[in-house]
């Protein structure tokens, strides 16, 4: 089955640690994008990237870090420095110049204890 | 202001009903033009992809875009009680970049 996976599904932090999260592709598309989600709002771009090794800030990039080493690979790792990570991690990915509609994984929940 | 507004909801209809979802934008520059459905503690699925204005049908879905007002609406027939969920609105200006989404309007269907 063609489709993004993203794991793990819950994970949770204790405060000053540095976690993985962890998103893989197999659509063989080019751009691959991390949004954040909070109770009651939308999707907030994170960091995206439209080609292997380069990648751009989103909306809320601080905090956060990314790398673009394979096609289909784009992990997010959630920094210490992120003040308030507690949220729903959505990971997506598009065709990117053969189209912009996006095809999302099933998330994960981050909550730091 | 935020480049895309959509109505807040939520929403609750009764089954069989017409349901109207709405989204407003302000950059002009938009040219694609898609809806997500999003279930509770899900990834968004995409649902209508739109380019430029018109309308597009899919069963008992209808996206529309107007893009002199500036304007875009989903359309959902025959409203089910599976067709409860979040609901998101988003655009882009080209067809290789990131899109920009509405905050989403939940709708509730009851049986």
């Known amino acids: 089955d063609g489709g993004i996976t993203q794991s793990p599904k819950y994970l949770f932090r204790k405060e000053g640690q540095n976690v993985t999260l962890s998103c893989e592709q197999n659509?063989?598309?080019?751009?691959m994008y991390w949004y954040r989600q909070d109770p009651g709002q939308g999707l907030r771009l994170i960091y995206y990237?439209?080609?292997?090794?380069?990648?751009q800030k989103g909306d809320i990039a601080e905090g956060y870090s990314v790398s673009r080493e394979k096609k289909e690979s784009f992990p997010l790792t959630v920094t210490s420095a992120q003040k308030n990570p507690t949220a729903f991690y959505l990971c997506a990915s598009s065709p990117g110049a053969g189209g912009t509609e996006a095809f999302f994984g099933q998330g994960t929940r981050l909550t730091v204890v | 202001q935020k480049e895309v507004e959509q109505d807040p909801g939520p929403l609750s209809v009764p089954e069989g009903a017409i349901v109207s979802l709405n989204c407003t934008y302000s950059?002009?520059?938009?040219?694609?033009f898609m809806w997500y459905r999003q279930y509770s503690r899900k990834g968004p699925e995409l649902l209508m992809y739109t380019y430029s204005s018109g309308n597009k049908e899919d069963g008992r879905f209808t996206a529309q875009v107007d893009k002199s007002s500036k304007y875009i609406s989903l359309f959902i027939r025959d409203s089910q009680p599976s067709d409860s969920a979040t609901y998101l609105c988003?655009?882009?200006?080209?067809?290789?970049?990131?899109?920009?989404f509405g905050d989403g309007t939940t709708l509730t269907v009851k049986p």
């Open positions: 988003a655009m882009s200006a080209t067809n290789a970049g990131k899109s920009t």
């Open positions: 659509l063989n598309h080019d751009a």
């Open positions: 950059n002009s520059a938009f040219q694609y």
């Open positions: 990237s439209q080609i292997v090794n380069d990648f």
